[in-house]
């Protein structure tokens, strides 16, 4: 670990791959957390006598935790680095998803401040995590690299359905939250041991490594319309990526009659189909950057594709006759959705790079409120009109909204040293 951080080390791997993908695992691991619940709330649904506005509570308390603390964590990292925010906050939200069992028999309420507590942990994966993109990986690659990070959503959201399903099936619904819980105390290991807090930032001057700790301009970091245009996107995005995390078991199960295990495998395959298109989309992102197209207009791209096509295949999803016509469309969706991480996400470095982290903790706050509105409404909804319609077409309308707005407001140019 001696070697220049953006350079090759002595094997020949540059310092930040590591800590890339250290970043990338603790993503994973926190979707692995955070969406066993959406296939073992189905048993924990039977066992524990809820309804499914009650079903709707526990999806989406973790949001009401993870909302408290974004843009706190992204002023934390910003402050202090990334690195020490990240490792305690795995090491904390780790411990919450083993206690999750014991608290769901001891009362619902044990479980929705269990499900608080993990969010509360949770909220600063991706301020901390750009924080350290920002730190260590050159300017050319951030689009691949907040694409990867970003992806680590629908890949560990793949291993948790269809696991989780199986695991509930064969040993019962504690068994997930113990063993992913415990991932996530071995990466705060690997963490500590191998991630370090340095930068290799070649854009920033001795003075300005130096003036780690400057205050954070909220008020015009707030009065720029461009954050506005991020926060907007992430919020659409979100919207839609939580309607899908939380409910798609639920939807297979209960609109095409599928077993609890093919229930959680069906609602892997989007997932999986998102993870590719979204690093595909980054390598054609900084591709595009590097030959001389405005990020403004990659980033207006990229947005519109994601919004406007996942919002099209939501709309014929409604449509849909069979679980296997419903899985190609969701595949379609959600890899349209994916272009966002080459849109909006990797968008505060262009506009703010001194505060990439600080605008990703803004904007994800905003972006968490579907976490804990939209989840809920979404069993609102099915519990008054007994099938998934009205859900997705709130979704596609949102998403229009927010490409529209995207369009108008964004800019690839900087707008706040």
Request: positive net charge; aromatic residues 14%; glycine residues 8%.
């Amino acid at each position: 670990m001696s070697s220049e951080p953006g350079q090759p080390g002595r094997d020949g791997w540059p310092r930040y791959y590591t800590v890339v993908l250290l970043l990338f695992a603790a993503v994973f691991i926190s979707y692995l957390d955070r969406t066993n619940i959406s296939v073992a709330a189905i048993a924990m649904k039977d066992e524990l006598g809820w309804t499914e506005t009650d079903k709707g509570l526990v999806l989406s308390s973790f949001f009401i935790g993870y909302l408290l603390l974004m843009a706190v964590s992204g002023a934390l990292a910003n402050r202090y680095g990334g690195w020490l925010v990240l490792g305690i906050a795995v090491l904390w939200w780790s411990i919450w998803t083993m206690l999750t069992p014991p608290a769901a028999m001891v009362s619902l309420a044990a479980l929705l401040a269990a499900r608080i507590a993990l969010g509360l942990g949770e909220a600063a994966v991706f301020p901390a995590s750009i924080n350290m993109i920002g730190r260590w990986v050159p300017l050319e690659r951030r689009s691949r690299a907040t694409a990867l990070l970003v992806s680590a959503i629908s890949l560990g959201t793949v291993f948790s359905l269809p696991v989780t399903g199986w695991l509930v099936r064969d040993y019962g619904w504690h068994l997930p939250f113990y063993l992913f819980g415990a991932l996530g105390v071995v990466w705060c290991v690997a963490w500590f041991a191998l991630a370090r807090n340095g930068r290799a930032d070649v854009e920033a001057p001795a003075q300005e490594r130096a003036d780690e700790r400057r205050a954070i301009p909220w008020g015009r970091l707030l009065a720029t319309p461009a954050v506005w245009a991020i926060i907007v996107a992430h919020f659409s995005n979100n919207w839609a990526l939580y309607l899908t995390i939380a409910w798609l078991p639920s939807y297979f199960k209960t609109t095409f009659g599928v077993s609890l295990a093919n229930a959680g495998l069906l609602s892997a395959a989007p997932w999986l189909v998102s993870f590719i298109c979204a690093n595909l989309a980054g390598a054609w992102a900084d591709r595009m950057l590097k030959a001389g197209r405005s990020a403004g207009f990659v980033r207006r791209l990229m947005q519109t594709i994601a919004l406007v096509g996942g919002a099209v295949f939501l709309l014929l999803l409604t449509r849909a006759p069979t679980a296997t016509v419903a899985v190609v469309l969701l595949c379609f969706s959600t890899g349209a959705y994916a272009f966002c991480m080459s849109g909006f996400a990797p968008n505060c470095f262009d506009i703010a790079p001194k505060h990439a982290d600080v605008i990703w903790g803004i904007s994800n706050t905003a972006a968490t409120l579907p976490g804990v509105v939209g989840v809920y409404i979404t069993g609102w909804l099915v519990d008054r009109t007994g099938t998934f319609v009205a859900p997705f077409l709130l979704t596609a309308g949102i998403s229009l909204f927010g490409a529209v707005f995207y369009l108008v407001f964004a800019s690839g140019e900087r707008q706040v040293d």
